[in-house]
C-alpha cells in the first residue's frame, strides 16, 4: 500500500471552491439558504480544526483517565442534545439518558476493544475514542428519533394506554406498542441502511480506513465490527432510556407526570398546533 | 364489591362529586346517570385508580384503592371506554395487544350475541361503522376473565337494535358486578339500578 496523499491547505481551499456549484444552483432559483450553507460550512470547518487540535493533543497524552473523561464529556453532550432536541427538561431525564450511553459504551467498547480486537490498552486514544464516538454519535440520532416518538405516542394516544393497562391489569403490557414504535423508528433505517451498505452506499469509517492506507479488507472487517457495535449500542441506548424513562413518567397509578411531560416544549408545540 | 365513601372529587377548581357514597353488591348492575361534566367518567377513573379522590375512599372488592394495591385491583376490572377510536388495525391486533387469556371461542360467541360474525375481528377498524367497531371492542373486554365490568357510555354508537342485543348480552352475563355510564334511557331501565349524579 502507498502512503497516503496529503492535502495542503490550499489544495483543500481549492475543493471549497466545488460549492460554487451548490450555491449556483441556490441563487439561480432564488433559495434563501446560501447564507446558511456558507455559516455552517465556515462552522464545521472551524469545529474540525478544534478537534483536530484537540485530538492530536489527546492522542499524545494517551492517558485512562483523560480519554475517560473525554468519553464521559461525549456521553454528557449528547445527553443534553437529545433532551433539548426532543424538549424534555433536563432535570428529570439527565441522569437516565446518562446511564443509558454510560452502558452501551461500556458494553461495545468492552466487547469491540477488549475480545475483538484484544488490545493490550483498551484505553488507547486511537481506538477508544473514534469507535465510542461513532456509537455514541449514532445511538443520539436514532434514540432522537426514537424518544420523540416515545413520547408523542403516549401524548396523542393515551386512551390507547388506558384501555390496554385498564384490561391487561399490566404496564409492561400497556406500553409494550408504544415501545415497539419507537424502537422500530429508532433502528429501521439503521436496518435499512445495512442492508444497502456496499451496493449503494459506501460507509465513511472504510473509506477513512482505505484512504488512510488499509487494506480494504481490514477496512471492511473494522466496518462489520463498526456496523453490529453501532446496531447494538443504540439498541441498548434505546432500551434502556425508556425503561428508566417509564419509571419517571409515570406514577404509582399508572398515570402519567404532568410535571415531567406536559410542560415539555414539545407538548407546547403540540397545543400551539 | 364496590364501595365509596365520603368521596370528595375536584378537578380544576370545579367540584365534581361531594361527599359521594356508593356501594354495589356482587352481581349487581348499576347506571351512573346525569348530564355531561357531573362526574359520570371521573367516577369510572376513580374506581379503576387514575383519579384519586381529594377525600374518602375506594374499595374494590374489599381492597381500599391506593398505590400498592391498584395493580392487584386492575387485574379484576374489565373497562370498556367511551372513546371507541383505538389506534389499531383491527380485533385481531387489538386482542394480540391485550395479550391475555381471553378465550377466542368466547370472544365469537359474544360477536354472535352482538350480531356479528367473528371475521369481524379481521376488518379494519376504519372501514368499518362505529357500531360495529364498538361491539368488537365491547365482545373482546367481555371475554377477558375478570369480574367487574365498568363501561362508559357503551351504547354511545350503537343503534336500537345493536343497544337491545347489548342489553341481552349483558343480562346473560354471569358473575359481573357491572357499573355504567351512560345517557340512554333504555339503557339505563336495563340496569338493576340508576344512580343520578
Redesign the interface.
Known amino acids: 500500500m502507498n502512503a497516503i496523499v496529503d492535502i495542503n491547505l490550499k489544495e483543500l481551499a481549492l475543493g471549497a471552491f466545488l460549492l460554487l456549484i451548490p450555491i449556483g444552483f441556490l441563487y439561480t432559483y432564488r433559495i434563501k439558504m446560501v447564507k446558511d450553507v456558507l455559516i455552517n460550512v465556515a462552522r464545521m470547518v472551524v469545529q474540525l480544526s478544534l478537534v483536530a487540535l484537540y485530538l492530536e493533543f489527546i492522542f499524545d497524552l494517551n492517558s485512562a483517565l483523560i480519554n475517560s473523561l473525554w468519553v464521559l464529556v461525549m456521553i454528557l453532550v449528547g445527553v443534553l442534545t437529545a433532551i433539548n432536541r426532543i424538549g424534555l427538561k433536563i432535570k428529570f431525564f439527565i441522569f437516565p439518558f446518562f446511564i443509558a450511553g454510560l452502558t452501551s459504551v461500556l458494553i461495545i467498547d468492552t466487547f469491540c476493544l477488549g475480545l475483538i480486537l484484544k488490545l493490550d490498552y483498551i484505553f488507547d486514544a486511537r481506538y477508544f475514542i473514534p469507535i465510542t464516538g461513532m456509537v455514541l454519535g449514532n445511538a443520539l440520532n436514532h434514540n432522537i428519533v426514537g424518544l420523540k416518538t416515545y413520547f408523542k405516542s403516549h401524548t396523542e ?1 393515551q ?2 394506554y ?10 409492561k ?1 400497556a406500553v ?2 408504544f415501545i415497539e414504535e419507537a424502537v422500530k423508528m429508532a433502528l429501521n433505517p439503521m436496518i435499512a441502511n445495512m442492508s444497502v451498505i456496499g451496493l449503494v452506499t459506501l460507509p465513511g469509517m472504510m473509506t477513512g480506513q482505505i484512504l488512510g492506507g488499509s487494506p480494504p479488507a481490514v477496512a471492511i472487517k473494522y466496518q462489520v465490527m463498526i456496523m453490529i457495535a453501532i446496531f447494538v449500542g443504540c439498541t441498548i441506548n434505546i432500551f434502556v432510556s425508556i425503561v428508566f424513562t417509564n419509571k419517571i413518567i409515570f ?5 402519567m407526570k404532568e410535571a415531567t411531560i406536559k410542560t415539555t416544549r414539545f407538548l407546547q408545540k403540540k397545543i400551539q398546533r | 364489591m364496590i364501595r365509596c365513601e365520603n368521596i370528595h372529587l375536584s378537578y380544576k377548581n370545579k367540584l365534581i362529586l361531594s361527599d359521594f357514597n356508593l356501594e354495589v353488591k356482587k352481581g349487581e348492575n348499576v347506571c351512573l346517570s346525569g348530564a355531561s361534566g357531573k362526574g359520570k367518567s371521573s367516577l369510572l377513573n376513580m374506581l379503576q385508580g387514575y383519579v384519586i379522590p381529594q377525600k374518602g375512599k375506594v374499595f374494590i372488592d374489599g381492597e381500599l384503592v391506593s398505590a400498592t394495591t391498584v395493580k392487584n385491583i386492575r387485574k379484576k376490572i374489565i373497562y370498556v371506554p367511551q372513546n371507541i377510536h383505538l389506534p389499531v388495525k383491527n380485533g385481531n391486533a387489538l386482542i394480540e395487544l391485550l395479550s391475555t387469556k381471553s378465550e377466542l371461542s368466547k370472544t365469537y360467541h359474544l360477536l354472535k350475541q352482538l350480531g356479528l360474525s367473528k371475521d369481524f375481528l379481521n376488518q379494519d377498524f376504519l372501514k368499518i361503522s362505529g357500531g360495529q367497531k364498538q361491539r368488537i371492542i365491547i365482545a373482546i373486554c367481555l371475554s377477558l376473565p375478570k369480574e367487574i365490568l365498568l363501561m362508559d357510555e357503551p351504547t354511545a354508537s350503537l343503534d336500537d337494535k345493536a343497544i337491545n342485543l347489548l342489553i341481552k348480552t349483558i343480562y346473560e352475563l354471569k358473575n359481573k358486578t357491572i357499573v355504567s355510564a351512560s345517557h340512554n334511557q333504555h339503557w339505563a331501565a336495563s340496569c338493576n339500578r340508576t344512580i343520578k349524579l
Open positions: 394516544k386512551d390507547l388506558r384501555f390496554l393497562l385498564s384490561n391487561s391489569g399490566n404496564q403490557t409494550r406498542p406514577d404509582a397509578y399508572g398515570n
